[in-house]
């Protein structure tokens, strides 16, 4: 429920009670004053039947008048001072319908002659006057009603609109790209303030994460030079000619295994760099030429294992990526393809507008879903050397570049697609 | 041959000298900006190694230096920054080659032997091995004046192997000197053991020595003994 139909539902709760006394407020000092004027009336009426009693009874003939309305017979009863006026209830002639009436009630002495007179006055239009108060309170309460749903549209309009635009930043934010969002000061002081708090904690995450890439960063970058000292020394150890085959092999696969943590951390590098956005895409990259220029490059490996490869370039695929990234792209996935592959298995490269696939046999099962981009997830028992990073440099890229990475297998053909989401023109 | 290292990291600096010093250079190594800058602008070095990170100062100066004072020395960045940015600064600079940390010292000698070969207008390129002889510009190979077919790779082994002579070459050095960093998302490096193969056989066919060594488990030296 929106706050506003809360507030406004809280509002119109509170309102009915304060209607309901009001209205029989306004009943009773209607219902009060028509009483006075009815009273007024039946006493003035009353007033005219004696003087009209004493004319008629002036011969000493008695008098005696029954009619709905007026009653006036003698009594024998004392004379009261003051007539009696109260309601009373008594069934309609022509419907019986029960209906009240406002009635006087006086024993009056006539010449000697006590005489009671009851005269009595119809209130039907008391209760009219009841419904019409309550059909009032209605059309208020309805008026009321509807200027509120209305103003309430108008307000949640006008003056949440900030709210919703600051609603909308925080939808579409990313990590990444924090510091281009800012939260403007608005005419509502609440809003204004609800912003700037965004802001500081917006900046706050930002710094936060900032330092924990350039740390990452840092520290892969800080390794190269010890791993380089290491390496070259092993490498000077390596031409002592002193040295038996046994300790050249220790020296060796000391040196292969350091190799491994150097590419390792290469690849963590560029994880992180490209995290931090520090390749910008200058202009469109050609996927089948990159392709082209990997297959080349790979050839001899591709001989070696005795793959047939099959070029399908429909079309070419242009992609918004800086070179050393699209590069990056193609070595990771041709030579996952090669690597991954029997001997004398099949590659295919296929390229349209829209789609660049790489599919590849090879004997491994299907990568589960939620492995398939996990760092440091190596396929089974291959005895290729791996980083486990391939797959998810690739999807970093893909990621911070707006396309999409689509993973299938089929029999023995496991295929990965490349795809633009609208904003990689 | 003079070479001049230009490098802070006292023990990576140590491991160059001795290398290259090993394979026949005349090898000065200083630690900082300051003294890079008093050796090149004193005596002139075949090629200088330059670090870009040092202490005093960037390497790249080093390299506008040289570049100034129209040195004829080549010039080989080495730096633990991997991006491409500067590389191509470094390289506009007129800064030969630039080598990223870590790197094998095979692969430095053998850039450095090929960037003074380059440099080297007036004499010989040629590369001689006893009877082997390499004419690096149209990449042709003789054994005693007769001429082997060797494939582009099988050249660059060759080349490489005579560059690094009576060295232990691992099989990870060789692999990433031919087919480049990006060989290890392909396969594992016993590839390489095919082309090695085929070069040391048309070798000895065209009657050389063998000179291809396996030093087990580990990689290959060239040498004549």
Redesign the interface.
């Known amino acids: 429920m929106k706050l506003l139909t809360r507030t406004t539902l809280y509002f119109l709760a509170a309102m009915v009670p304060l209607l309901a006394v009001g209205g029989y407020l306004l009943f009773y000092q209607f219902s009060n004053e028509i009483n006075k004027r009815v009273d007024r009336e039946l006493v003035s009426e009353e007033v005219q039947w004696i003087r009209y009693l004493q004319t008629a009874t002036a011969g000493g003939s008695r008098f005696i008048l029954r009619s709905p309305d007026i009653l006036i017979y003698p009594v024998v009863d004392n004379p009261t001072l003051y007539p009696q006026i109260t309601t009373t209830f008594d069934k309609r002639e022509n419907d019986n319908q029960q209906v009240s009436f406002r009635q006087l009630r006086h024993v009056v002495s006539v010449r000697g002659v006590p005489y009671q007179i009851i005269i009595r006055k119809s209130q039907e239009q008391k209760s009219a006057l009841v419904a019409n108060v309550t059909w009032i309170m209605l059309i208020v309460f309805m008026g009321l009603f509807a200027v509120m749903m209305l103003f309430n549209w108008l307000i949640s309009r006008k003056v949440w609109q900030p709210f919703r635009e600051t609603l909308q930043k925080i939808r579409t934010m990313e990590l990444g790209k924090m510091p281009a969002v800012h939260f403007d000061r608005t005419a509502t002081e609440e809003f204004t303030e609800l912003n700037a708090s965004l802001n500081s904690m917006t900046q706050k995450i930002y710094s936060d994460y900032r330092s924990m890439k350039e740390f990452t960063e840092n520290a892969a970058?800080e390794m190269?030079?010890p791993?380089?000292?290491?390496?070259?020394?092993l490498?000077?150890l390596?031409?002592d000619e002193s040295l038996g085959?046994p300790q050249?092999?220790t020296?060796?696969q000391a040196?292969?295994a350091?190799?491994r943590l150097?590419?390792l951390n290469?690849s963590l590098?560029l994880l992180a760099?490209i995290e931090n956005n520090?390749?910008v895409a200058r202009e469109p990259v050609s996927m089948a030429e990159i392709t082209r220029k990997?297959l080349r490059?790979?050839e001899?490996?591709i001989q070696?294992?005795g793959l047939h490869v099959h070029t399908e370039f429909w079309d070419n695929f242009f992609i918004w990526v800086?070179?050393?990234l699209a590069d990056s792209l193609v070595?990771?996935l041709?030579?996952?393809a090669?690597?991954y592959n029997y001997a004398g298995g099949e590659i295919q490269v296929s390229i349209t507008e829209k789609e660049y696939c790489i599919a590849n046999t090879s004997r491994l099962p299907a990568i589960e879903p939620e492995q398939l981009f996990k760092r440091f997830h190596t396929a089974g028992d291959t005895?290729?050397?791996s980083t486990g990073l391939?797959l998810a440099i690739v999807k970093r890229i893909a990621e911070n570049h707006h396309l999409q990475v689509v993973y299938g297998k089929e029999g023995e053909t496991h295929r990965f697609c490349l795809t633009k989401t609208q904003d990689n023109v | 041959m003079k070479v001049l290292v230009i490098e802070d990291?006292p023990?990576?600096r140590d491991?160059?000298q001795?290398?290259l010093e090993?394979q026949g250079f005349v090898c000065e190594a200083v630690a900082d900006f300051r003294s890079g800058m008093e050796k090149v602008r004193q005596y002139q070095y075949d090629c200088v190694v330059v670090d870009i990170g040092l202490p005093f100062g960037s390497g790249l100066n080093i390299v506008r230096e040289l570049k100034f004072m129209e040195a004829r020395s080549g010039i080989i960045i080495i730096s633990?920054?991997?991006?491409?940015e500067d590389k191509l600064t470094g390289l506009e600079l007129g800064s030969d080659d630039y080598l990223?940390?870590?790197?094998?010292?095979?692969e430095l000698n053998a850039r450095i032997h090929a960037i003074i070969r380059r440099r080297n207008f007036g004499g010989s390129k040629a590369i001689n091995f006893h009877e082997i002889r390499l004419e690096p510009e149209s990449q042709a190979v003789s054994v005693d004046g007769k001429g082997v077919e060797l494939t582009e790779?099988e050249y660059q082994l060759l080349e490489y192997f005579i560059a690094n002579q009576r060295?232990?070459l691992?099989k990870?050095?060789i692999a990433t000197h031919i087919?480049?960093?990006?060989?290890?998302?392909?396969?594992?490096y016993d590839?390489i053991y095919?082309?090695i193969k085929n070069l040391r056989k048309k070798l000895i066919d065209a009657g050389s020595g063998d000179y291809i060594k396996t030093?087990?488990?580990?990689?290959y030296r060239f040498t004549d003994s």
């Open positions: 970058h190269q030079t791993l380089a000292v290491a390496q070259s020394k490498e000077l390596l031409q085959e050249i092999q020296i060796a040196s292969m350091l190799n150097s590419k290469q590098l760099r520090q390749y990997y490059l790979f001899e490996i070696d294992k800086h070179p050393f070595s990771n041709l030579g996952n090669i690597k005895g290729e050397p391939g | 990291e023990a990576l491991s160059i001795t290398y090993q633990a920054k991997a991006s491409l990223t940390k870590p790197f094998h010292l095979s790779k060295r232990v691992t990870a050095a087919w480049g960093d990006e060989y290890e998302q392909v396969s594992n590839f095919t082309h030093v087990y488990g580990t990689g």
